[in-house]
């Protein structure tokens, strides 16, 4: 069965620049959750999309921006890195956002040096 | 407010033995509770879920969750642990206001063979 796909996997970047995270839903799910989890810590909510729209958001810095696409793929923008946004960025998605149980990308690991 | 508490950061099992992971939460109304398991540098994956109904819940793997509301609690437990459940567990209730996930801070299980 097709699963939630996240890419790159892996990125390096350096402080103050920019980096792009993608997430590419389960087919004919349309609601994306953005989470983030720092080492040794649980997933924290950034924002979610329903029918490429935002619908709810969380601790998400004003330095990040996100958008869903007509294809219901999602991108998370993040600017102005901070050591500090070094973590794992999950991607989940739901068919519907009434739907109970998320389905989780591998997560993108974003190191920032 | 909302929330989930994982009791213990670190549970450790005898292959073969019955094992626990113990979770509670404060939500108000009733509360909608979630197990996912993260191996190493994977993504989460989801277990099981109790939303109505039954309050012994079974899921993937082998393990189930007994919901328990006058003690607000949602254990996971498996009858004979294998050394592959070692992992990272993380207990989750969704929020009433939105959809997305809140977290506990996650036990890990360490099944010893």
């Known amino acids: 069965a097709a699963g939630v796909i996240q890419s790159p996997r892996h990125l390096i970047k350096e402080k103050r620049e920019t980096a792009t995270l993608k997430c590419y839903p389960i087919?004919?799910?349309?609601?994306v959750y953005w989470y983030q989890q720092g080492p040794g810590q649980d997933p924290q909510f950034l924002i979610s999309f329903y029918e490429k729209m935002q619908s709810d958001k969380g601790s998400i810095p004003d330095r990040f921006s996100a958008q869903q696409f007509s294809d219901y793929h999602s991108e998370l923008n993040m600017s102005s890195l901070e050591l500090g946004d070094s973590a794992l960025y999950f991607c989940?998605?739901?068919?519907?956002?009434?739907?109970?149980?998320?389905?989780f990308g591998p997560g993108t690991r974003l190191t920032v040096t | 407010a909302q929330s989930v508490a994982q009791p213990e950061d670190q549970v450790n099992v005898a292959e073969g033995n019955p094992l626990t992971v113990k979770c509670t939460y404060s939500v108000s109304g009733n509360p909608y509770l979630f197990w996912y398991v993260q191996y190493p540098n994977r993504g989460l994956q989801f277990l099981l879920k109790y939303i109505t109904g039954d309050n012994l819940v079974k899921g993937s793997y082998g393990f189930e969750a007994e919901f328990n509301k006058s003690q607000t609690s949602f254990h996971l437990k498996k009858p004979s642990a294998l050394v592959s459940d070692s992992a990272l567990y993380f207990c989750?209730?969704?929020?009433?206001?939105?959809?997305?996930?809140?977290w506990g801070a996650g036990t890990k299980l360490i099944i010893k063979p």
């Open positions: 087919p004919r799910h349309d609601t």
């Open positions: 989750a209730v969704r929020d009433k206001n939105g959809y997305q996930l809140i």
């Open positions: 989940a998605s739901t068919p519907g956002r009434l739907s109970y149980e998320q389905y």
